[in-house]
């Protein structure tokens, strides 16, 4: 009943940019801070960036900042990550989450969860 679906992965070259996009189903993201999670095969799950509800707040990952940008359409019940100048080390499946209002610290905060979209950064 209540989802996220992210969409926008897919093959890219070192230095190119993808787009992701993080959509609700079921529910509003008015109220909801959603954060970008990152999982690649033998590593923990992390952050790579928030944005809370109203679009104001942004919270960037160090080895993302500069490069990836987050950003809302609350009239859309969307989320983005524009996704620029991309590594291999980016390489990993993305996901969505939302939780209340602000950004959270840990993925236990976030009560609703994408499948997740793979990003691969390859020549």
């Known amino acids: 009943q209540l989802q996220l679906v992210e969409s926008g992965g897919g093959l890219v070259q070192p230095g190119g940019s993808l787009r992701l996009s993080c959509a609700a189903s079921g529910f509003t993201l008015d109220y909801y801070a959603i954060t970008w999670f990152r999982q690649a095969p033998g590593k923990e799950r992390e952050g790579v960036s928030c944005i809370s509800s109203r679009g104001i707040s942004v919270r960037y990952a160090d080895s993302v900042k500069d490069r990836f940008t987050i950003s809302r359409d609350n009239a859309k019940n969307t989320v983005y990550l524009q996704m620029n100048s991309l590594k291999s080390e980016d390489t990993s499946v993305y996901f969505c989450?939302?939780?209340?209002?602000?950004?959270?610290?840990?993925?236990?905060?976030?009560?609703?969860w994408g499948q997740g979209t793979q990003v691969t950064v390859s020549l």
């Open positions: 989450a939302a939780k209340s209002n602000f950004c959270g610290s840990s993925p236990n905060e976030y009560a609703y």
